[in-house]
C-alpha cells in the first residue's frame, strides 16, 4: 500500500483522493492515528473532523490532527459477515461472556445466565418489517449484523454509559449508541426464563431505534428530529399485539414510566406541548423529558392513525435529507406542513380531541 499523506492536510488530500476514485461509492482506506488505525470508508470530513464508517458498521470520528499517514485499500466497504463481528465480539469480551447469533442479531450476553433476549429481539424486527410492509413501505435487509450487549448488571451498564459520554447516565435503562450501533442494556438480577416487563419494554425500544436507524427509516449520519425517533420507538415498544394494532394511549403511558426515565417526577398526563415546538425544538427532551416522550409518542400514534401515508412520507422525507446537516427549525416546520398539507392548527386540535377520546 502506498501512503499518501501529510496530517494536516487530511481533509484536502482525502477529497482529492475521493475524487479520483469518483465511480467508487465507498472507497476503502487505511488510516494510521496516533496509536490506532482504522480501515474503513470516509463518510465526511472538516478541518475539524473526519467520520468514517467501519465493515462492523462503526462510527469512527477523529481529528484530521491525529492522523499520521492513510492510502486506499483495493475495493469498497464490504460488511463484516455475522462470522466476523462474531469473532470480533468474541476477542473483546471473552469467556465471561456468551454469544447468542439468530438470523439478524448477535447477542453478547453474561455466560452464567441464560438468554432470553434473542427471540424476542427477532419478534421485533418482524414487527417492525411488517409494520412497513403494511404501509407499502417495503424495507431493506439490515446491511450490518445487529449487537446486542447485555451486561451483568445496571452498575456495569452506568459505567459504560459514563465511558462513552452518555449524557446523564443515571436516568437510563439501556440506550442504543449510534457510534456503535450497538444497544447496551443489562441482566435482570434474576434469572428466570422470562424477561421481566419493563426490561421487554426497553428492550423494544431500544431495538426500534436500531432497526429505524439501519434500515433506512432514519439516516444514521443525518439529523432525526427527536420526537420523531422517540414516538417510533414507544410506538413499538409494548410486546403484547402487533404494533399496527397499537392505539390506545394508556399502554404507551404506563410504557412510558418503566423504559427511558426511572427516576419519575411530576406526571406529564393533562399537559400539552404545542405542536410547532414539539417537531421544530428538542430542546424540549432536556428541559421536560416527560412531558417531550409523551406527547412524542401521542403524536405518533395519532398521525399513523389519522394519516398513515403522511406519516411514512415524512420519515422518508427526512431520512433523505443530506448527511451531516444542520436541520434549522424553519426547515423543520417547512417539511412537516409538506407531509401534513392544510391548516396546522386545524390538524393540532384533531390531535388534541383525538388524544383526549378514550379508546
Ligand atoms: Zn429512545
Not at 166 to 181: L, V
Not at 224 to 253: C, H, I, K, V, Y
Request: with cysteine; hydrophobic share 40%.
Amino acid at each position: 500500500m502506498k501512503y499518501l499523506l501529510v496530517a494536516t492536510t487530511w481533509h484536502l488530500l482525502a477529497v482529492g483522493l475521493l475524487l479520483r476514485v469518483g465511480s467508487s461509492a465507498e472507497p476503502l482506506i487505511e488510516v494510521h492515528l496516533q496509536g490506532d488505525h482504522i480501515t474503513g470508508t470516509p463518510l465526511h470530513w472538516s478541518a475539524k473532523r473526519v467520520t468514517m464508517l467501519t465493515a462492523n458498521g462503526v462510527r469512527r470520528d477523529f481529528s484530521p490532527n491525529m492522523v499520521q499517514r492513510f492510502g486506499r485499500l483495493a475495493g469498497e466497504l464490504v460488511a463484516s459477515t455475522q462470522q466476523q463481528v462474531w469473532q470480533h465480539l468474541r476477542g473483546e469480551f471473552g469467556t465471561p461472556f456468551s454469544i447468542k447469533a439468530t438470523k439478524h442479531y448477535l447477542v453478547v450476553y453474561p455466560a452464567d445466565r441464560v438468554d432470553r433476549w434473542s427471540s424476542l429481539l427477532e419478534n421485533l424486527y418482524s414487527d417492525f418489517h411488517g409494520f412497513f410492509q403494511s404501509h407499502r413501505h417495503a424495507l431493506p435487509r439490515t446491511r450490518f449484523p445487529l449487537v446486542v450487549i447485555v451486561l451483568p448488571n445496571r452498575e456495569a451498564l452506568l459505567q459504560t454509559a459514563a465511558l462513552s459520554g452518555h449524557a446523564d447516565p443515571r436516568k437510563i435503562a439501556g440506550y442504543y449508541c449510534d457510534r456503535s450501533n450497538r444497544i447496551w442494556i443489562y441482566a435482570p438480577p434474576s434469572n428466570s426464563r422470562q424477561l421481566p416487563l419493563s426490561d421487554h419494554i426497553t428492550l423494544r425500544h431500544e431495538a426500534t431505534h436500531q432497526l429505524a436507524f439501519n434500515t433506512g427509516i432514519h439516516e444514521r449520519f443525518g439529523t432525526t428530529p427527536r420526537w420523531l425517533a422517540e414516538g417510533l420507538a414507544m410506538f413499538f415498544e409494548m410486546p403484547q399485539q402487533p404494533a399496527s394494532l397499537r392505539t390506545r394511549d394508556s399502554q404507551s403511558e404506563s410504557a412510558l414510566r418503566q423504559t427511558a426515565f426511572l427516576n419519575r417526577g411530576d406526571s406529564p398526563r393533562g399537559r400539552n406541548v404545542p405542536l410547532k415546538l414539539l417537531i421544530t425544538d428538542d430542546s424540549l427532551f432536556q428541559q421536560s423529558p416527560e412531558l417531550a416522550y409523551a406527547q412524542s409518542a401521542s403524536l405518533t400514534r395519532f398521525l399513523i392513525r389519522t394519516h398513515p401515508a403522511g406519516y411514512v412520507g415524512y420519515l422518508k422525507h427526512v431520512a433523505t435529507r443530506p448527511r451531516f446537516t444542520f436541520y434549522a427549525a424553519r426547515t423543520r416546520q417547512t417539511d412537516f406542513s409538506s407531509c401534513f398539507p392544510g391548516n396546522m392548527a386545524r390538524l393540532e386540535s384533531q390531535w388534541r380531541a383525538f388524544s383526549n377520546t378514550p379508546r
